[in-house]
């Protein structure tokens, strides 16, 4: 069983930045494909950003094209921790944002059912 657990999130203006956390445990948490998603009130969850495990020290960041160039994901394993930087942020990006652990092999880090463990989910509230 993996632990999955974000932090970060609260209210910000437009234009600003905050920084999520995700702490996950295990001992091959270097491995582990983590994602980010996000679910607005009344719509369904969806993908923002992955950071996947490609064999050595190589990783492979993935954006959804709503936050490409905005939001920055990035691990460090000796915390087995991922962040997601948000920069210039929208009201639109309003919603709770959820970390997700992959465990073992897996293609396909877009979509919500490749992910094994999910957090409880932090919320973010861009106001205009």
């Known amino acids: 069983q993996v632990q999955v657990v974000e932090s970060g999130g609260g209210l910000v203006p437009a234009g600003g930045s905050l920084r999520l956390s ?14 980010w998603f996000r679910q607005a009130v009344g719509k369904e969850r969806e993908f923002v950003s992955a950071i996947s495990w490609s064999g050595g020290s190589t990783y492979y960041a993935d954006y959804a094209d709503s936050v490409k160039g905005r939001f920055t994901i990035s691990r460090e394993n ?3 921790t991922v962040y997601l930087q948000m920069n210039s942020l929208k009201p639109e990006d309003t919603a709770v944002y959820y970390c997700a652990a992959a465990v073992g092999y897996h293609t396909n880090y877009r979509a919500l059912s490749e992910f094994d463990y999910w957090g409880q989910g932090t919320r973010v509230t ?3």
């Open 22 to 35: 995700c702490a996950a445990s295990g001992r091959t948490f270097s491995r582990y494909g983590m994602g």
């Open 126 to 128: 861009v106001s205009s």
């Open 78 to 80: 000796a915390k087995n």
